[in-house]
Nanobody, 120 residues
Framework: VQLQASGGGLVQPGGSLRLSCAAS????????MGWYHQAPGKQRELVAL???????NYADSVKGRFAISRDSAKRTVYLQMNNLKPEDTSVYYC???????????????WGRGTQVTVSS
């Protein structure tokens, strides 16, 4: 299972970015997909998650500004980031909880990360 993220970059405060992450490989199903971020010297933290039933979970710091969505047919998760703030600057990692086969347990997979920099 591979996760390929894209969409990071440099944006001014108040601006928007849209991150995408596509899962590839052979597996049975994806349960939860989402995004975490890790700033220099800090632990990786939750940004947003979305289940296979569409249930969403957000970090308090991004509620009302970020929106997560997924296209199960495309095996892709998106993160629309609006009203970005300098404190959103971080490396964003795509995450997926994957079931490799019908009778296998689930496992966590991570993408390589994409840099988001919010600066004037």
């Amino acid at each position: 299972v591979q996760l390929q993220a894209s969409g990071g970059g440099l944006v001014q405060p108040g601006g928007s970015l849209r991150l995408s992450c596509a899962a590839s490989g052979t597996f049975f199903s994806i349960a939860t997909m989402g995004w975490y971020h890790q700033a220099p010297g800090k632990q990786r933290e939750l940004v947003a998650l979305i289940s296979n039933t569409g249930s969403e979970n957000y970090a308090d710091s991004v509620k009302g500004r970020f929106a997560i969505s997924r296209d199960s047919a495309k095996r892709t998760v998106y993160l629309q980031m609006n009203n970005l703030k300098p404190e959103d600057t971080s490396v964003y990692y795509c995450y997926a909880n994957v079931k490799r086969a019908l009778f296998s347990s689930v496992a966590d997979y991570w993408g390589r990360g994409t840099q988001v920099t919010v600066s004037s």
